[in-house]
């Protein structure tokens, strides 16, 4: 089969559940590149066996992460790029359309896809989850993911995680879907959040303060969608009683009731997440106090 000419560059730690399956999605791509955070499982070793090449990256709490370092450093050998999490796939019929706007853009630079949350065995339709739009097919030289904050929070991981791609061209959208699964169990969602959430506070409080951060999307009512989505997050930064909010708009508003029991699980757990944001925000506040 001919190969298709993307690079896809998936970032990995202990992904040893998910590499093979996510991998094995991605057999189309002319080449693919694995960034391991120093993995201790096999990770490395079944992503080597699946003809994956797997490339070490280390970590100083410092500018550029993972993804950015990826973008900037390896020897990429096609103009356009894949990014992909282990614990993402890529069905069939989207790998044929990638292939087709590959090979005729029609003037775009990049497409957005559009991920389908399926959680402890249920996709999450509902929750204000989907359609959930992610610009992660571009050329390279084109995109890079924005810097939110200048502070880079210890113990939050090395891999960019709610930063957007900055794209200097037009961005188009893929009709179909990109398949979002962690085979890892209820525990390393906690786990995973919780580290989320230290990083979320860091940038909630760089928010609050007013700080643009560095070559970062613009908050505008009026601007495209990222620029609405980011003016909404920095007024959802300054809002009371989010924990409680963040459950009605899920679970109420956003009709999660209707995914069944998993449905009410995610929007219980998201609400915990927002809890523990709230309460690392207000330490972060306490040690800046002058004399704490």
């Known amino acids: 089969m001919t190969k298709v000419a993307v690079s896809v560059i998936v970032p990995v730690k202990d992904e040893a559940l998910n590499i093979g399956p996510c991998l094995d999605s991605v057999g189309w791509a002319a080449e693919v590149f694995v960034v391991d955070s120093a993995s201790t499982d096999r990770t490395c070793e079944i992503a080597a066996a699946r003809g994956a090449r797997v490339v070490q990256f280390r970590y100083d709490d410092a500018w550029p992460k993972k993804k950015n370092w990826a973008l900037e450093t390896l020897p990429l050998g096609h103009e356009w790029v894949l990014l992909l999490d282990a614990d993402e796939r890529v ?22 896809l559009n991920r389908r949350l399926i959680f402890l065995g249920r996709w999450i339709r509902h929750c204000g989850w989907y359609p959930s739009w992610n610009l992660r097919l571009f050329k390279h030289a084109r995109g890079r993911y924005e810097r939110l904050s200048m502070a880079q929070p210890p113990g939050t991981g090395d891999v960019e995680i709610h930063e957007h791609v900055i ?20 525990s390393h969602f906690i786990e995973r959040h919780n580290r989320y959430s230290t990083w979320d506070a860091a940038v909630y409080r760089t928010f609050r303060a007013g700080d643009e951060g560095v ?78």
Request: net charge positive.
């Open 167 to 186: 794209l200097d061209g037009k961005a188009g959208y893929l009709e179909h879907d990109l398949l979002h699964e962690d085979f890892k169990d209820v």
């Open 215 to 292: 070559a970062t999307i613009a908050a505008a009512w009026f601007g495209g969608p990222l620029e609405r989505k980011r003016k909404i997050k920095r007024l959802w930064a300054r809002l009371p009683f989010r924990p409680l909010v963040r459950f009605l708009l899920m679970y109420v508003v956003g009709r999660g009731f209707l995914d069944g029991r998993p449905g009410l699980i995610f929007c219980r757990l998201m609400s915990f997440h927002e809890a523990i944001i709230d309460a690392k925000l207000y330490e972060l506040e306490l040690r800046a106090r002058p004399g704490r």
């Open 91 to 112: 069905p069939p019929e989207l790998a044929a359309e990638i292939a087709r706007v590959i090979a005729d853009p029609d003037g775009h630079d990049g497409f957005y």
